[in-house]
């Protein structure tokens, strides 16, 4: 397909674990974005992941990369109430970005 | 380090009237964007410029959408009559150039159109 896909809602309780997934277009984007935008805020770059590599890891991020499915995941350990939020997934592609619609992040107490 | 700067935050004006949207990117990048937020499309890029020159403007809805770059350090998104219906968030954005580079965000200006 032409557009990147999130799932639009996911809702947790806090101290669980949270993962976000999404399924981006362009086989040859060379790097993967993950963006959190909290309310009445812009995009705020939370990680990023180069192609060649298959997972990150960054305190309570982990990003892992299936290039063959072209499926990019967010897993937010012990989430807390202040990773309420919407995630966006972006594509490298040329000298641009494309975005997913984004994934709103509601956690429970 | 400053980010990128928007003003206003907030625009509140009626139907018919000039809109002025303005940005200050990060200094020493070359690539700027700007987009409009929805709920209901979402995140749409408007246009963007490489060294102050239009790259690519497909996404400017239609001719009352206008923006210019004259300098590295300012661009303007000009809305020339405004509609109710151009009520959303812009968001400026700016990078270093080339494939790769993540694009780092302003904190939008939210215009309302009455």
């Known amino acids: 397909g032409e557009d990147v896909e999130q799932s639009l809602f996911l809702s947790v309780r806090e101290g669980d674990s949270s993962v976000i997934n999404c399924t981006y277009t362009?086989?040859?984007?060379?790097?993967l974005y993950w963006y959190k935008q909290e309310p009445g805020a812009g995009l705020q770059l939370l990680t990023y992941i180069f192609s060649n590599m298959d997972m990150k890891q960054d305190q309570r991020l982990t990003v892992l990369l299936n290039k063959k499915d072209k499926h990019l995941s967010l897993r937010i350990a012990d989430t807390q109430t202040g990773d309420s939020a919407i995630y966006f997934c972006?594509?490298?592609?040329?000298?641009?970005?494309?975005f997913g619609a984004g994934t709103r992040l509601t956690v429970k107490p | 380090d400053a980010g990128v700067i928007q003003s206003p935050r907030h625009e509140v004006t009626e139907m018919g009237q000039e809109v002025t949207l303005r940005c200050k990117p990060i200094?020493?990048?070359?690539?700027l964007f700007w987009y409009r937020q929805t709920m209901m499309r979402g995140l749409e890029l408007l246009i963007y410029?490489?060294?102050?020159?239009?790259?690519?403007d497909s996404g400017m809805p239609e001719d009352r959408f206008s923006a210019k770059m004259p300098n590295a350090s300012f661009s303007t998104l000009k809305i020339q009559p405004s509609e109710p219906r151009d009520s959303a968030v812009y968001f400026c954005?700016?990078?270093?150039?080339?494939?790769?580079?993540?694009?780092?965000f302003g904190d939008g200006t939210r215009l309302s159109i009455l």
């Open positions: 362009d086989s040859s984007s060379t790097y």
């Open positions: 200094s020493g990048h070359n690539s």
């Open positions: 972006a594509e490298s592609i040329s000298n641009d970005m494309r």
């Open positions: 954005a700016s990078s270093y150039p080339g494939q790769g580079q993540p694009q780092h």
């Open positions: 410029f490489n060294n102050n020159v239009p790259i690519d």
